[in-house]
C-alpha cells in the first residue's frame, strides 16, 4: 500500500466494476477479485485498495488482449 492510497467502499466498487455485490464477493472467495480490507473490529465494514483495483482492471484488459491475439 502506498502513501497516498485509497480505500474504497462498496459504492466506489460498484461504479468502477458495473458488478453486482454477491458477484465480487464470490470472485473474492475463488481468488479472482483483491479482498477487501476490514476497517472494523466487528468486521462489518469494509473496504478495497485503489492500486489493487487498478492492478486486477490491468489484469482484465491484459487477459482480453491475450485472447485477441
Request: charged fraction near 25%.
Amino acid at each position: 500500500m502506498s502513501e497516498l492510497d485509497q480505500l474504497l467502499r462498496w459504492p466506489e466498487i460498484h461504479k468502477i466494476t458495473g458488478l453486482a455485490r454477491n458477484t465480487v464477493h464470490s470472485m473474492v472467495r475463488k481468488g479472482q477479485f483483491p479482498k477487501p480490507l476490514k476497517l472494523s473490529a466487528n468486521g462489518r465494514a469494509s473496504g478495497w485498495l485503489l492500486s489493487e483495483i487498478q492492478n486486477w482492471q490491468q489484469d482484465r484488459l491484459a487477459a482480453r488482449d491475450i485472447l485477441k491475439a
